[in-house]
């Protein structure tokens, strides 16, 4: 079924903030059950850096389960936001950016919209090379490095480098000219493979090493007492690693028949599949420490010691696993927001197709040399931009709102929603303030000084382990308590066009 076919109409929408790709989705259109937001997740989390996750913790000092336990409890975390906004794209039957027009306007929408679509433009990036690098290890696994060769100017990487990236590139181009009913399809049935072939990679480690090495029987190096000040800043990223799709899941629960669809999906779909798929790095990881006679963390790496048919086997599955993540959590969420700014010109394809022309144009491969080393400074720096966005929205439509919305006001210039000339400036403000706490300690993480070397108190750098924590609730805070006045007015004119299944149904027999 096409986005089309089950798009609501909406009487009086303006062009300029409606299309078919933005309308809400009609009843007949909301088929997702828990099983394909389950699958979804699944597919999104069973990607490279999830398997590295544990990595950066254990060389911090970590035990192995202390770290399968840090990343475990930041999906727990991070599961409620994703729920209660997941809450509003079944509800309504809208996509992410519309239903930020209710807290930040109409046109003021776009500054988160876009904010988290250039956070998605990297991520696409970065999965797209990791996958064709997979594929070009493949052919000079397979060929006795007939693919080497000496890197091309500017680009910095050699010619079959390039076609490698190139081709996944492609891949990802032609799903995204499909539409989003292609996108579940494809998540739906990897996502058993998926799992059974992660199952299948732990096996042969523990078969090949004659168990698992030291790495799984090691305590914890970290010194007594020291323990939170390294569990909470790793804690902070783990839920910035999913801080993204906590904004953007309504463009996914917009088409689940049921609300319990939506949470009993994620709550079996995000935080087992992440702790499973740590504990699998790990696990693997020390494995290669018997059979290699070193710990290799990069699972493409790994790859091209495997030897045999298990290279082209791995690699597949490699190249899946990350074509699954890409096109979910790093395609739909752009899509849509670029779609946004100008619906009538920009539809989600449209969207689409700008996603994977800026992911090139960032060279994913250079910006890879300068942050890999800093994972965790880039996870916590942008979960303090995305966390007050997460707060906003939620005290909005369950506060202020408390999940009544005039659907139809959601597509019109003039409606309720248009604030003062489209923007809601108590948003804006709020925004700003929760973001600015976080500043000092950021430029001290991201040019690697002290506060002993600056000018920035200690103080900020505590605070900034806690970036997306602190970003949420000020912003939370800061808009309910400057909204609250107009909540009454709200909930006096709030409807709703375009309910979903089970409340008509609910409704039916009062019809």
Known sequence: MSAHAAATPIEGADPRLYNEDLAP???????????????LWVGMVVCVPTYMLAAG?????????????????????????MMLVGHAGTKHGIPFPVLLRSSFGTIGANVPAIL?????????????????????????????????????????????????FLAFWAVHVWFIAKGTESIRWLETYAAPFLIAMGLAL???????A????????????????????????????????????????????????????????????LPPTMALFAFIGVAVTSATVVIFGEAIWDPVALLGKMGGGSVI?????????????????????PANGFSNINPEKISFKMGGYITAAVGVLIFPWKLLESTQGYIFTWLIGYSALLGPIAGILIADYFLIRRTNLDVGDLFRIEGRY????GWNPIALIALVLA???????????????????????????????????????????????????????????????AASPEEAAAAAPTE
Do not use: H
Not at 57 to 81: D, R
Not at 116 to 140: D, K, M, S
Not at 440 to 446: H, I
């Open 25 to 39: 989705t009609a009843p007949e259109g909301r088929t997702w059950k828990w099983t394909s937001i389950a699958a």
């Open 57 to 81: 913790m254990i060389q911090q000092g970590m035990s192995w389960k202390q770290a399968v336990f840090t990343v475990l409890a930041g999906q727990v975390i991070v599961l409620v936001p």
């Open 116 to 164: 988290r679509g250039l956070v998605a433009c990297g991520w696409f990036g970065i999965q797209t090379w990791v996958g064709g690098f997979a594929i070009y290890t493949l052919l000079n696994t397979l060929s006795g490095d007939w693919f080497a060769g000496d890197a091309l100017p500017v680009l910095g990487i050699n010619f079959w480098q390039l076609v490698c």
């Open 202 to 208: 732990l096996y042969w480690a523990w078969s090949k």
């Open 210 to 269: 004659g168990g698992f090495g030291e790495m799984l029987s090691a305590p914890s190096t970290i010194a007594d007492g020291q323990f939170a000040s390294v569990f909470f800043p790793n804690l902070t990223a783990m839920v910035g690693f999913w801080a993204t799709l906590a904004l953007n899941i309504p463009d996914f629960t917009r088409y689940c028949a049921t609300q319990k669809d939506q949470a009993l999906g994620q709550a079996l779909g």
């Open 313 to 333: 086997i791995a690699l597949v599955v490699l190249a899946v696993a990350t074509l699954t993540t890409n096109l979910a959590a790093n395609v739909v969420a």
């Open 418 to 421: 248009s604030f003062k000339g």
């Open 435 to 497: 973001v600015l706490p976080n500043v000092p300690g950021f430029l001290n993480a991201a040019t690697g000084a002290s506060s002993a070397e600056g000018f920035v108190p200690g103080f900020f750098d505590e605070l900034y382990t806690y970036a997306w924590f602190v970003g949420l609730f000020i912003a939370g805070g800061l808009y309910t308590a400057l909204s609250w006045n107009q909540r009454g007015v709200v909930l006096a004119g709030g409807s709703e066009p």
